[in-house]
């Protein structure tokens, strides 16, 4: 189904772009977000159920695909409702497709999740980063969840809530947000599975909040 009509999302764009921003539309199927394009929103998140020709238009008009590796594994959500089940499985088939289908046609593509609302789902968040390496070399995905996100906060203008300095880039003068790894990532991207164990300076703001050098 399609929540909203073209001319109710293309209202919330036109109100969006007098607060010099823009729009991130929560949407799965093909139809929604072909009309999402048309109104002017510029990210699509999560986008499973979406074919070719839409991830075209996407790259045609300069929008943004926010998707996640969902997957029918063993970090799978689980539901009591049947229905529930079949749906997320309809879902998580989609992910191959529009993974493979969005890099070939050169979609830009963010790394996000829903995880902040579950501090144990959150505690995964790197592991499912590193679940990108099926479709993604490693280099490809540090840069997605670093620079490339950062690409896309900077669409928000004068709304970007990173006010301190520069994003996505390590310079003097930046937002300083830094992870020292140990070992080297871009040859075993597992290393983000356990940061905990491999995560041995944590800078967020210039802040120190780990150090076990």
Not at 50 to 59: C, G, I, P
Not at 137 to 159: D, F, H, I, Q
Not at 185 to 204: A, G, H, M, S, T
Request: proline share 4%.
């Amino acid at each position: 189904m399609q929540e909203y009509t073209y001319e109710e999302m293309k209202a919330v764009v036109d109100v969006a772009k007098t607060w010099n921003t823009y729009v991130a539309a929560h949407i799965f199927t093909d139809a929604a977000v072909q009309t999402a394009i048309k109104a002017g929103v510029k990210s699509i998140e999560h986008g499973f159920l979406m074919s070719e020709d839409t991830l075209k238009m996407m790259k045609e008009n300069d929008v943004w695909l926010s998707i996640q590796p969902l997957l029918n594994d063993e970090d799978a959500l689980k539901f009591d409702n049947p229905f529930s089940t079949q749906k997320f499985i309809t879902v998580t088939n989609g992910t191959d497709t529009v993974y493979k289908a969005a890099k070939k046609i050169g979609v830009k593509i963010a790394f996000g999740t829903d995880m902040l609302f579950d501090p144990a789902t959150a505690e995964k968040q790197g592991k499912l980063l590193y679940k990108l390496n099926k479709w993604f070399t490693p280099y490809e995905v540090l840069k997605m969840a670093t620079s490339g996100n950062a690409e896309l906060l900077n669409l928000s203008g004068p709304r970007n809530p990173y006010q301190a300095g520069p994003i996505g880039v390590v310079k003097e003068g930046a937002y300083a947000d830094l992870v020292l790894v140990k070992g080297n990532p871009l040859e075993d991207l597992e290393l983000i599975v356990d940061p905990q164990n491999n995560f041995v300076l944590i800078v967020k703001d210039g802040v120190v909040y780990k150090n076990t050098l």
